[in-house]
Nanobody, 114 residues
Framework: QVQFVESGGGLVQPGGSLRLSCAAS????????MAWYRQAPGKERDFVAL???????NTAKSVKGRFTISRDNTKNMVYLQMNSLTPDDTNVYYC????????WGRGTQVTVSS
């Protein structure tokens, strides 16, 4: 079973930046398209951004121009660079395949607050 371990979250002020990392237990080249998702308490998990094996990306409208997804196939890592953060970006962030497997990691908490 594939496992994902997310890290890099924390508390940041509005306008600040964070870089999230995701480590996969298997080759992400074998997985294919990878993505980041986020979920607020009591709400559904939402798509944030995806990246194909070749590096093509797509991001949700709510984060377009602020968040950048990248991957390192040699290290089985996926990243999410988040800039110009707002309180609305406060969520638990997860990485997974796109479309997602049914199993999820623990995620990493991002809190944007002054």
């Amino acid at each position: 079973q594939v496992q994902f371990v997310e890290s890099g979250g924390g508390l940041v002020q509005p306008g600040g930046s964070l870089r999230l990392s995701c480590a996969a237990s298997v080759s992400i080249r074998s997985i294919g398209t990878m993505a980041w998702y986020r979920q607020a308490p009591g709400k559904e998990r939402d798509f944030v951004a995806l990246i194909s094996i070749g590096g093509s990306t797509n991001t949700a409208k709510s984060v377009k121009g602020r968040f950048t997804i990248s991957r390192d196939n040699t290290k089985n890592m996926v990243y999410l660079q988040m800039n110009s953060l707002t309180p609305d970006d406060t969520n638990v962030y997860y990485c997974n395949k796109y479309p997602a497997y049914s199993s999820w990691g623990r995620g990493t908490q991002v809190t944007v607050s002054s």
